[in-house]
Structure formats: C-alpha cells, structure tokens
C-alpha cells in the first residue's frame, strides 16, 4: 500500500489531465511561436505527469519496473487521444500523442538522472 501512495500526486495528476482532455472547449493563449502551442501544452502536462511519476517511481523503490510504467504512461496519452475523438470540439492528433511521450519520457529521465546526482 505504501508503494501506492508513493504514486498519489501523479495519479492526482493523471486524473487532471484526463479530465482536461474530456472538456469540450479548452482555449489556449494565441501565440506565434514556430511551434504549435498545443503541442507545448501537451509535452507540458505530460511532463508534469512524467516528473511526478519518477518522483513517486523513485519513492517506491524502484517499483513497478522502469519500462512497465512508461508504458501505462504513454497509454494514458493514448487514451486520452483516442476518447478526443468522441468530444465534440476536439480531436485526436498522433502529433498530441508524440507531444505527450515526449514530455512525459523526458521529464521522468531528467527527474531520475538530477535526483541521482543529489
């Protein structure tokens, strides 16, 4: 149980971030920047999901192993993508989900890799 709840805040996170992905009108800032701003949005909610995710991997001991959890991670984003495409005013992109793996694998092995320089 206590590994468990190691993984609190990322499941917390998780939740968030599904639930985001149900609403039908979300409105970003319209910026013009050389990449797409919701491809920023999603490597960042993911990142987000991926940092919390090596924090609470970390605290568990290591538990479940590195390549399971990255894998159910990346099913989240591909989930979350998939049931875009039944709410209206949204759509599923393979552009969202390589943001989302991208974020979210980045920011787990940059939280593993400073976590194991302290």
């Known amino acids: 149980m206590q590994r468990l709840r190691s993984f609190l805040p990322a499941l917390v996170w998780a ?23 919701d491809k920023l ?3 960042t909610i ?5 940092a919390l995710a ?7 001991g290591r538990w479940p192993g590195r390549s399971g959890l990255l894998v159910a991670l ?9 049931r875009q ?12 989900w390589v943001a989302d793996a ?3 694998l980045i920011a787990f092995h940059l939280v ?4 194991g320089k302290v």
């Not at 009108?25 to 920047?33: A, C, F, K, N, T």
């Open 15 to 37: 939740a968030f971030v599904l639930f985001l992905g149900g609403q039908s009108d979300i409105r970003g800032p319209r910026l013009d920047l050389p990449i797409p701003v």
């Open 41 to 43: 949005a999603h490597f």
């Open 46 to 50: 993911y990142g987000v999901l991926g």
């Open 54 to 60: 090596a924090h609470g991997w970390q605290r568990a």
């Open 74 to 82: 990346r099913l989240i984003g591909a989930v979350d993508e998939i």
């Open 85 to 96: 495409r039944t709410v209206a005013g949204r759509s599923a992109e393979f552009g969202d």
């Open 102 to 104: 991208l974020g979210l």
């Open 112 to 115: 593993v890799w400073l976590r």
